[in-house]
Each structure stands twice: as structure tokens, then as C-alpha cells.
T-cell receptor, first 112, second 109 residues
Framework: DGGITQSPKYLFRKEGQNVTLSCEQNLNHDAMYWYRQDPGQGLRLIYYSQIVNDFQKGDIAEGYSVSREKKESFPLTVTSAQKNPTAFYLC???????????FGDGTRLSIL | GIQVEQSPPDLILQEGANSTLRCNFSDSVNNLQWFHQNPWGQLINLFYIPSGTKQNGRLSATTVATERYSLLYISSSQTTDSGVYFCAATSGNFNKFYFGSGTKLNVKP
């Protein structure tokens, strides 16, 4: 079945550590997105990519980095510069912004 | 970008009741989606509906693009309908999806 796979489901970060969240899709979608969700809040856009080797900052990109070396993969690195990383992270993809967006099941990141 | 506003922010229903959730947007849209976020955090696609009306079982949605709003109807609500409902839209040449702040629905048995 086609879909979006995020891993791991739960992740713990130590102070000063960078961690990478994985997002893989086999839907042949061109565009991929990363969102952050804090408890009881809506979704905020971190980064998005329309094509391979290209990506744009969203509304809250500081302290995060991404890469898009392959069409099916869009990993997100939470760097030590992100002082409040505890949140639920959701990855999404779509053919174009005029088409339906599909989501993975998310990764919950906490600080140790 | 565009502004997306949802109402009401919170809704409590008795099982079996009907409800209407509203999503207003500030500009013309080329994508409008409704999602249900379940208690485990999964975002489930309900409708892709930039215009017109669609139905799926007890749920239906209507988007009136010229008046810049969309409605999600839930009939004969069940406890499994509980969760948060989000609408999201894109507009013009913007490639970003703009989300509303959600409606939190609690259906009591």
C-alpha cells in the first residue's frame, strides 16, 4: 500500500544533541512538508520542498534543517539550536499544492 | 498567505446529535481539505473539497468558494468522532498549506 512512513514514533533528545526524524513516501509525490504541533495547538509549517534538491523555509524554520536528495525522502534534523524541541512532528506529501495532502503518523520528540 | 479561521473552537455533543463545523478563508482557494485528528495524533483525510458538496457516510462537506467558507456536517455523532477537526487551504501561487486552529469535538455516550 502507498503511504508515508515516519520513524521513529518516539524520540528522546539530550541537551546539545542533534536528532534526525525520518519521512519516506512511496506515493510518487513531488511536494513534501514538515509541521510541528504543540499540545492543544494547530500545525505550524517548518520546511517544505516542491522538488528534489530544493526546499523553502516555513514559518518556524529556526533550529531545524532538512535535505531532499531523493524524491521519496525528506528527513528533518532538529539541531541543538532549537531550544524547545518537545513537540509532535508531522510529515506530509502531495503531488501539488492544488491536490490533497497526505500525512504520516508522526514522531513525538521529548527532551531527556 | 491566506487566513483560515475555524469555529467553534470547542464543541460538546451527546451521542446521536448532529453538528456543523465552519471554516472561513480570506481569499480564493485552489485546495481546501478537512482532516480529523484522532486521540493518537493521526491526521485522517476527510474531504478534498475546493468547491461543491461531497458526502461520505455520516459526514458531508460543502465549500462555497465565492463566499469563502466551508462547512463540515457530522450527523448521528458517535464517540469515535471525538478529536480535533482541521481545515487547510492553499491559494494562488502559494505552495504552502494554511491550517485553521481546529475545532475540538467531544462526543459523550
Amino acid at each position: 500500500d502507498g503511504g508515508i512512513t515516519q520513524s521513529p514514533k518516539y524520540l528522546f533528545r539530550k541537551e546539545g544533541q542533534n536528532v534526525t526524524l525520518s519521512c519516506e513516501q512511496n506515493l510518487n509525490h513531488d511536494a513534501m512538508y514538515w509541521y510541528r504541533q504543540d499540545p492543544g495547538q494547530g500545525l505550524r509549517l517548518i520546511y517544505y520542498s516542491q522538488i528534489v534538491n530544493d526546499f523553502q523555509k516555513g514559518d518556524i524554520a529556526e533550529g531545524y534543517s532538512v535535505s531532499r536528495e531523493k524524491k521519496e525522502s525528506f528527513p528533518l534534523t532538529v539541531t541543538s539550536a532549537q531550544k524547545n524541541p518537545t513537540a509532535f512532528y508531522l510529515c506530509a506529501s502531495t503531488f501539488t499544492s492544488a491536490q490533497p495532502q497526505h500525512f504520516g503518523d508522526g514522531t513525538r520528540l521529548s527532551i531527556l | 498567505g491566506i487566513q483560515v479561521e475555524q469555529s467553534p473552537p470547542d464543541l460538546i455533543l451527546q451521542e446521536g446529535a448532529n453538528s456543523t463545523l465552519r471554516c472561513n478563508f480570506s481569499d480564493s482557494v485552489n485546495n481546501l481539505q478537512w482532516f480529523h485528528q484522532n486521540p493518537w495524533g493521526q491526521l485522517i483525510n476527510l474531504f478534498y473539497i475546493p468547491s461543491g458538496t461531497k458526502q461520505n457516510g455520516r459526514l458531508s462537506a460543502t465549500t462555497v468558494a465565492t463566499e469563502r467558507y466551508s462547512l463540515l456536517y457530522i450527523s448521528s455523532s458517535q464517540t469515535t468522532d471525538s478529536g480535533v477537526y482541521f481545515c487547510a487551504a492553499t491559494s494562488g501561487n502559494f505552495n504552502k498549506f494554511y491550517f485553521g486552529s481546529g475545532t475540538k469535538l467531544n462526543v459523550k455516550p
